[in-house]
């Protein structure tokens, strides 16, 4: 395999992120055996390429995760889920 032979360390964690599933499928599917997770842009897609030759084999590490951000759960103007220093700005 080609990434074996890349030098990297050894363990480590991967993720990968399939955007399109038109492009590069055997990297794909490569990319797929050597990943720890494996994400797509959305529990939909995730659902309409989980049949493909290259995803199936790998369902146990593979989600959709919806692209965008919930405006209700991370509005810091609500409430701030990120640390005050994110938001501050100091002038001295």
């Known amino acids: 395999m080609a990434l074996s032979g ?3 360390p050894l363990p480590c964690s991967v993720v990968f992120s399939i955007h ?3 492009y590069g499928l055997p990297l794909i599917e490569e990319a797929m ?3 720890n997770r494996c ?3 959305s529990p939909t ?3 309409e390429i989980s049949g493909e030759p290259a995803i199936a084999p790998h369902m146990s590490k593979f989600l959709g995760i919806r692209n965008g951000i919930d405006g209700d759960i991370w509005d810091p103007q609500v409430k701030s889920l990120s ?3 994110l938001f501050t700005y ?3």
């Open 45 to 47: 897609y995730a659902l």
């Open 83 to 85: 640390p005050p220093s």
């Open 33 to 35: 055996q050597f990943s």
């Open 90 to 92: 100091n002038q001295q």
């Open 20 to 22: 399109n599933m038109n």
């Open 39 to 41: 994400t797509t842009v």
């Open 6 to 8: 890349v030098g990297m």
